[in-house]
């Protein structure tokens, strides 16, 4: 099945997103048809997003048991206090993937990279664990 806006789907199906509802709830990455319409700088990108959001042609995008299997070393930053995404279902996920390694911090919330500070944490975790050996 296409993906079809998804994310736009159930945002319309559920009256605690309208705009009026309080506390008004956050959609954090999701994308929207919209912003392709109305961002300058996603426009030039709207008629691929539309190709995408039909496209018949993927497979499982998440197989279970091959992210369990997975021997690609993944190492993440949990954000304990996340505005968007609960922790817990973060470090659930992050256990049901092989090879994955959770850094729990409520330091930044949920500013991605936080400048350097996140990816250096990040980086060296997996340079001590040896995650890097066949890069350096």
């Known amino acids: 099945m296409p993906i079809r806006w998804a994310a736009a789907e159930e945002k319309a199906h559920r009256a605690e997103f309208d705009t009026l509802a309080r506390p008004l709830m956050f959609t954090g990455e999701a994308m929207f ?7 300058p700088e996603l426009k030039p990108f709207k008629p691929a997003m539309d190709l995408l959001m039909e496209d018949t042609s993927w497979d499982k995008i998440y197989d279970p048991q091959r992210l369990a299997c997975n021997e690609v070393p993944l190492q993440a930053a949990v954000y304990f206090d996340d505005m968007y ?3 817990g279902l973060q470090l659930d996920t992050l256990s049901r993937i092989g090879n994955s390694h959770a850094w729990v911090t409520n330091e930044f919330e949920h500013d991605g990279l936080h ?5 250096k944490h ?3 975790e997996a ?3 040896g995650d890097l050996r066949r890069i350096f």
């Open 85 to 87: 995404v609960d922790s």
């Open 33 to 39: 048809p919209w912003m392709f319409e109305q961002m």
């Open 122 to 124: 990040l980086f060296d």
């Open 115 to 119: 400048g350097s500070a996140v990816f």
């Open 127 to 129: 340079l001590n664990r």
